[in-house]
């Protein structure tokens, strides 16, 4: 099966800066989309940046201009360096990625554990 783990949450200051990244690993055939969702406090959970498997990227709009996603195709990693963070940036980020483990297997939904990011003067 595929796990993602991702790093690089913490507390930054409105207008600051931080660089998540996720890794996937284990059985990985094919990667159809891989990317990040947030959700914070008393909302859904919402798209925030992703890859789909051609190389197209999908931001959400309250992040256009700000947030960059960018991948490491062979290490099969993608990173998110978010840039002028706000308050209402705050929340747990998840990587996710939607990928069969094997040839001929479907394609699966995978969830890592989360990561904080807290946007806080």
């Known amino acids: 099966q595929v796990q993602l783990v991702e790093s690089g949450g913490g507390l930054v200051q409105p207008g600051g800066s931080l660089r998540l990244s996720c890794v996937a690993s284990?059985?990985?055939?094919?990667?159809?989309?891989m990317g990040w969702y947030r959700q914070a406090p008393g909302k859904e959970r919402e798209l925030v940046a992703g890859?789909?498997?051609?190389?197209?990227?999908n931001y959400a709009d309250s992040v256009k201009g700000r947030f960059t996603i960018s991948r490491d195709g062979a290490k099969n990693m993608v990173y998110l360096q978010m840039n002028s963070l706000k308050p209402e940036d705050t929340g747990l980020y998840y990587c996710?990625?939607?990928?069969?483990?094997?040839?001929?297997?479907?394609?699966?939904?995978?969830w890592g554990q989360g990561t904080q990011v807290t946007v806080s003067s």
């Open positions: 890859f789909t498997r051609i190389g197209s990227t």
């Open positions: 284990g059985s990985i055939f094919s990667i159809d989309f």
């Open positions: 996710n990625a939607v990928a069969a483990p094997f040839r001929g297997s479907p394609v699966r939904n995978y």
